[in-house]
């Protein structure tokens, strides 16, 4: 027995590594961005591809809406019967825009051995029975799967292809899936042909229907796989049929080898030698220098000193210039700040089933770029590079659809014509400035309306808003300075906001008199009054106390090691205003607050602006207000957590 075992054992070795020819074949009149993704994918594989029918007219309709495609039959007839390739040379098969593979033909021939040894066809299944429903109780029945034929995938060998596609006249403008479909519910030809379907996508996958199913997964190499979840499979051919083309160009964007979760983006530019004769094309371009602003990106180390021996050379004779030698990646904390609280961006990973917004699954990780690479989207607006090649074609994109918006009405031309659209994380260029609201503030009143844009414009306000030290003093390994035993001095807020807070208090004007009496409060009673606007009063509350949780709170878990709460809370968020002739002390006194000092005998100099003293409320630190003598001193004053 264990003899009879072994021998079988190697026979079926041998049997396995016959060289078996293949034909891959596909028909395309027209060279589409989905006909060169499938020739990449199919590169990436070492697979070559036989294009038929390259610029022939297209009369087999609009396949996209209508019945239609015969002409890939006749076209696909017409080579066979030149080639005439051996019997047993396998064909295979594949719609050429909106294919890709996930394999190569290696694991796409052992696939057919072990599962369909028996068939000499096989076609991709799908969920319907298209083109026409009512056939639907004349297919066979299949133990488990999906029963109906789809014809943009196949795979046969040569002489019973080549009966198949030749039984019947076709049309150009024949439907060719019903072509196929009549043939293989006749149950003598579907016997004679041998013909089956691949009902659990072990070889090909057509997503129609199925996206749900097929979801993105990662081997031990790092290479993006897509997988088959209700059949537990890895197809190695994806089509993207029908409405599933979005659903296909987001797992394209990983399969193919073209991203992986160890090395990240596999089809981005590599290294490049800048030729020293390049940059010196360049000086002699036969227009004034002066005239002309010189920005060179680098990004190659290599390549650093031959950008500063052409500038050393030719660098003053330019009216301005700038170089960026972007070798090293910005560090994690850069790449965060970078990204925008709202994913408010300039594409949309996916779309909803009404045409507008959804999520895809990688869009977070594509804003806040832990997925750097160039990504097919489905939608794209604000700022879009086009290629001059695809101008020609760009007769009245924005009017495609004028019942959408323009941006919407042009890609949605796009993707119905089969034009990719991209979004490149690769580097930082920008952000976009939401605009929406701002009008409102405007109107409301406010001195500087730019002060509320926290939420719309998160990453503007921080440039404008934050202390340019703010967050260098967040880094590990950074001590913050403490003026007394926890009494935490450090830069929070910038000059700029410090002048337009006070300028909006003012404008406001409606400063307490200082007294114990404030129906502001709960109680209508301070015990230890100031002269001061409340942040709530200028509608500033909601603003402040985000902050608060965004940039106070995270310097309090640093210093204050074990304490944590978020978000934030506070009812007393306030400024104040003292003057000689006014109020100009405080009293010794505690806060109603967590965390926020005549105990330690310490008076601190508080002449930063912008500075924040940061120190326990309660029973620990009691403080007051040094006289001021001269001029007007405002302190914002925020008991957190009380």
Known sequence: MLFLLATFALSRIISSNEKQ???????????????????????????????????????????????????????????????????????????AYDVVFTAGLNTILERFHDHFGDKRILFGAEPYCWPDESLAPDYPVVEFGKRFLNSGLFLGYAKEVYTMVTLRDVADDDDDQMYYTMIYLEKKLRDDLKIG?????????????????????????????????????????????????????????????????????????????????????????????????????????????????????????????????????????????????????????????????????DYVAIVQRKRIGVWNAPFVTSAVLINKEKMGEMKTPYFYDKTLDVDMSFCRWARDKGHF????????????????????????????????????????????????????????????????????????????????????????????????????????YENVPTRDIHMNQIGFERHWLFFMDEYVRPMQEKVFIGYYHKPIESSMMFVVR??????????????ASTFRYTRYNCTVAADQVGYAMMFPGRLTHQHEGLPTTKGTRYILVSFINP
């Open 578 to 591: 003292y003057r000689p002739d006014e109020q100009s002390s405080l009293r010794p006194h505690h806060d």
């Open 421 to 524: 659209m991209y979004v490149d994380n690769e580097h930082y260029f920008g952000f976009l400035i939401v605009s929406d609201d701002y009008a409102d503030i405007v109107h409301s009143g406010k001195l500087h309306p730019e002060l509320w844009e926290i939420f719309e414009n998160r990453e503007l306000w921080e440039l404008r808003y934050v202390h340019p030290d703010y967050h260098k003093l967040l880094e590990e390994g950074v001590e913050v300075k403490q003026a007394c035993p926890d009494v935490y001095d450090y830069p929070l807020v910038s000059e700029r906001f410090c002048k337009e807070i006070i300028e909006e208090m003012e404008h406001f004007g409606k400063w307490s008199d200082g007294s114990n009496k404030d129906e502001r409060i709960a109680g209508g």
């Open 197 to 361: 379907l691949d009902s659990m996508a072990r070889i090909f996958q057509n997503l129609n229907g199925v996206v749900d199913d097929v979801e993105l997964q990662f081997d031990d190499e790092g290479n993006a796989l897509a997988y088959n979840a209700a059949y537990n499979t890895h197809p190695a051919i994806l089509h993207g049929n029908g409405p599933s083309k979005m659903h296909l160009n987001y797992l394209a964007n990983y399969v193919s080898r073209s991203w992986s979760s160890k090395s990240g983006c596999a089809i981005c530019e590599t290294k490049a030698n800048l030729n020293m004769k390049m940059l010196e094309a360049l000086a002699r371009m036969d227009y004034p220098k002066k005239k002309l602003v010189l920005f060179i990106y680098n990004s190659q180390r290599s390549n650093i000193k031959t950008v500063m021996d052409f500038l050393s050379e030719y660098g003053t004779l330019y009216f301005s210039k700038k170089i960026i030698n972007g070798v090293l990646a910005i560090d994690e904390r850069e790449a965060r700040q970078e990204a925008l609280l709202k994913m408010f961006t300039n594409f949309w990973g996916a779309l909803s089933s009404n045409g507008y917004y959804a999520r895809s699954e």
């Open 21 to 95: 020819e293949v034909m891959v074949v596909t028909v395309a009149t027209e060279n589409t961005d989905g006909l060169r993704r499938l020739r990449k994918s199919a590169e990436k594989f070492d697979i070559n591809i036989h294009v038929l029918g390259m610029g022939e007219d297209w009369n087999g309709g609009d396949t996209r809406i209508e019945r239609g495609g015969g002409q890939k039959i006749r076209i696909l007839r017409e080579w066979l019967k030149q080639q005439k390739p051996n019997d047993d040379v396998l064909i295979l098969f594949i719609d």
